[in-house]
């Protein structure tokens, strides 16, 4: 088995190569490489493929996610003189279609949602068990949501397939989410019908992915990010809250926020004080999740901007990242509660109190506060709600989308104003779309 999985890895190696690369200044050709036709057409390659899925969503693509919005949204404060992140805490309209973080997003979603469109286009011709076949396209499936979900969080417009004459349509960003639930349903369809083998268990997820969870979970998340409140309340119950998603790490692919942060003693950001909340969101100074994400630091970014030291699950360089968090479930009950037509706000303040008074979070992210104990009215429940995903899912890559979804205060589109709570709404299309497919909408104004 040992040696298997050795070869399985040689091959996500050689596939990662095999993929586009972003901002790469040279290209050579690696005569020892597979093609990608030999990739999908056998059993180690597309196995290889399904392990070189997740580990460029969990080392390229998770740094782009997290960063990207903490610096747009006041999570983190930059301490670098690198441009991109420069351009990236300027914000405003003036911000270029060039910054590598809005390519960087863009192009390794892109190829995330390629690699998985092969795999499930694939896995049928090739002999493998029918557990091993049913993993590997709900696993395709599952990648391909997160990936088009992640572009839907901070783009207004999406590309949901791929097309190799560059010419793709875009569909508007909740359409993009919507088919996002659509894949992550057919996934869960797969493996309920066909269980996952042992196989694809031992030389895939490894032990560190539970799939079914992972998949109601991201159900629950993006079906509140549509608008889908029932159904979004409906997902997030059918989690156990007790099963834990990890990506996991070592020395030749380390945590990427660990990267950004830690990695030469030369971060290019780094937290900021109270998540980065205005002071109108004051939290208990006994919160744990104050000191379970933040180290006190009295320093100021190069902008003026208070900033701590990072704890949480990016302070050690081979430091494991969840794929989601047990208490986001409650606060999507909740949220969608409030939402709701006709809002159940007792239901509401029942799952927000599983978030207050936790003392028993399977990640040790326990608040540990009173229950709440102000007022009973929706936009009061939902400042609440907010202040808590800010404070619970720090630095998880949805502070651009819920800054805009709780209607924080718009963007001026002026840069440099650094008391703004985010300075863009969504970001530009990349020159690297714009140039090679003529279906790229328009960038939107801020």
Known sequence: MKSNIKHILWFALAIIGLLPMVSCETDFDNPNAPTVDQTFSSREGILAAAVGLQQTFSTTGLRFIVETPAVTTREGGITTTFQNMIELEDGGATLPNFNSNVQGLWSTMLRIIKVAEDIEANTESIALEEGTKSGLVAYAKFYKAIAIASLAQNYTDVVVVTSADNDAPFVSRIEALNTAITLLGEAKTLITGTPISDEFSAQITQGNIDLSNSIDAMLARYNLFAGNYDAAIAAAGQVDLSSTSLFTYDSQNLNPIWARVFQNDAPNFKPRDNFGLPAEFSFDAADGRLSFYLVPLAELNQNGL?????????????????????????????????????????????ALNEVLT?????????????AYSGDGSVADLLNEVFKNRRAELFLTGMSLEDSRRFNRPEPSGSAMDYEEERNRNFYPFPDIERNSNPNTPGDPSI
Do not use: C, H, W
């Open 306 to 350: 208070p900033i701590e030291d990072l704890a949480g699950f990016y302070n050690a360089s081979t430091a494991s990242i969840p794929l989601y968090l047990p208490d986001e479930m409650q606060l999507i009950i909740a949220e969608a509660n409030l939402r709701k037509a006709a809002p159940d706000t007792a239901a509401a303040i029942v």
């Open 358 to 370: 936790d003392t028993d979070d399977v990640f040790g992210i326990n608040a540990n506060t009173a």
